[in-house]
């Protein structure tokens, strides 16, 4: 006869594999749910537009919005559509913070105006390649490029030039000096002449920042503006009116953005840093908090853009932020 013992054990033994058998089967279940889902989806949720990657770069979308690069120079973009990459290993890109990314333009239509430009280039890229042009003054005629200036050796020279801008093979903006004029009467074919260069006396002291080939003016792409730097293949640019259009990749068509809006910008995925807060998974829209003007954005001073706006948080967590943009915000962030 066997004992009570034996019966309570054999009893605790059975329940015990009864729940291992049970915690088996639901982990079973779920891996093949999960296997299931992933088969459906094999493009890692690209054919399921509310799912959010967690890793991997932050993705941007940009439709008729300003981009302030630096202060009084604006870049007016149509569509862009790009990556967020961080410049270092291991650290989230920032949305205050310039330098922690580039921005990788897959797709883009932009313009800067004569005006804009010419701030761009005395302000930013001349100084940073410690060039001798200085004053430089950009306009846009005819669809050519004229420029006027001062060259600094031992004495200021002032000079002009006329040229035509295109697009090198490796992707970067080329401005032609068909028509050079110094000193008001020193031409071109006198300074070729005279074996004077272009390069001699307007080359910059940092050659990667742009570079004087010949009578040719060559501006890589991601050395043109302050951080985030851009990169991406430059398919085409010329002159319209007073504007300098650059089309970037191929166009492709938009996913729709959370809000639909004349203008917005849109990060998705990956995983960004807005002050103290982390987000992973990105799901973030910018606008106007004043609808149906257009959105002028600045990194530099998005703190003073969020200051006087507000957000809403959507059912799947995802957040659309509606800011100032910063020249309407100037008065207020002072």
């Keep these: 006869m066997r004992s009570p013992f034996w019966r309570v054990h054999t009893l605790q033994y059975a329940r015990r594999n009864a729940l291992v058998t049970l915690i088996a089967f639901l982990a079973f279940s779920y891996c093949g749910l999960q296997i299931s889902a992933g088969a459906a989806n094999p493009a890692s949720g690209d054919a399921n537009p509310d799912h959010i990657p967690t890793t991997g770069p932050v993705h941007l979308q940009a439709h008729n919005v300003v981009f302030q690069v630096i202060d009084d120079v604006q870049i007016q973009v149509k569509s862009m559509d790009g990556l967020l990459l961080p410049t270092h290993a291991g650290h989230p890109v920032s949305i205050e913070e310039p ?3 580039k921005i990788e333009v897959q797709s883009a239509e932009a313009s800067i105006s004569a005006e804009a430009l010419t701030r761009l280039l005395n302000q930013y890229t001349l100084p940073h390649a410690k060039s001798d042009v200085r004053d430089l003054n950009v306009t846009f005629e005819d669809g050519q490029v004229h420029i006027s200036g001062k060259l600094k050796k031992l ?11 295109d697009v090198t093979n490796d992707g970067d903006v080329r ?19 005279f074996g004077i260069k272009v390069a001699e006396v307007a ?10 080939v010949d009578d040719d003016v060559i501006f890589p792409i991601h050395t043109l503006f302050p951080p985030p730097h851009f990169t991406g293949r430059l398919r085409s640019i ?3 009116g007073n504007e ?13 953005a959370p809000m639909p809006a004349e203008h917005y910008i849109y990060f998705r995925g990956g995983v960004m840093q807005c002050g103290r807060m982390t987000m992973q998974g990105v799901d973030l829209e910018l606008l106007n908090k004043d609808a149906g003007k257009p959105l ?12 006087s706006g507000y957000m809403k948080n959507r059912p799947n967590h995802g957040m659309i932020a509606y800011i100032s943009s ?9």
């Design 99 to 101: 330098t922690s990314m």
């Design 155 to 165: 004495v200021e020279i002032p000079f002009s030039a006329t040229g035509d801008v």
């Design 175 to 193: 401005v032609h000096l068909a028509h050079i004029t110094a000193a008001g009467f020193v031409h071109k074919k006198m300074l070729d002449f």
């Design 203 to 212: 080359g910059p002291g940092k050659p990667h920042s742009f570079r004087v």
């Design 238 to 240: 010329k002159v319209e």
């Design 244 to 256: 300098l259009v650059q089309i970037f990749g191929t166009p492709r068509a938009f996913a729709s």
């Design 296 to 307: 002028t954005f600045s990194i530099e001073h998005v703190y003073e853009e969020t200051l």
């Design 326 to 334: 910063y020249t309407e915000g100037d008065e207020h962030a002072e």
